[in-house]
């Protein structure tokens, strides 16, 4: 585990996605929550936040079945938390939002699928931008 960060919070619709990704930062030493959509995870990350015990990365699934997707949530929890440390993931590496997920209000950009390597690759470079 990296230092600063140690609670991420993944927001992805498909439950195997959720699993295979919480035991990989499992194994890297994080505390992991889950969110199926965008309201969930928003209302997990304010509920953290009045408990003193915000999400120090979160990791939104580009496209989701129902509910919020990544770009709608990130938009919101920017109202929340203007310093949110947001990953956007997708399997649609060329969508603009991957492409230039900086102009989104995301601070990195995770194709999938990835591995446990690019998964703690992408924590470090988050963990050095602080």
């Known amino acids: 585990m990296q230092g600063n960060i140690k609670r991420i919070l993944v927001m992805d619709d498909e439950g195997m996605v959720r699993e ?21 995870a928003i209302e997990k990350y304010k509920v953290a936040l009045k408990k003193g015990q915000p999400f120090d990365v979160v990791i939104l699934d580009l496209t989701v079945s129902c509910g919020l997707d990544g770009q709608q949530t990130i938009f919101k929890l920017l109202e929340v938390d203007p310093n949110v440390k947001a990953v956007v993931s997708s399997g649609y590496a060329r969508d603009n939002i991957m492409i230039d997920h900086k102009k989104y209000g995301f601070k990195a950009a995770l194709p999938k699928p990835f591995r446990i390597e690019e998964l703690k690759k992408t924590l470090a470079e988050l963990e050095q931008s602080d």
Do not use: I, R, S
């Open 20 to 40: 295979v990704v919480g035991e990989m930062l499992k194994l890297l030493g994080y505390e992991v929550d889950f969110a199926t959509e965008g309201e969930e």
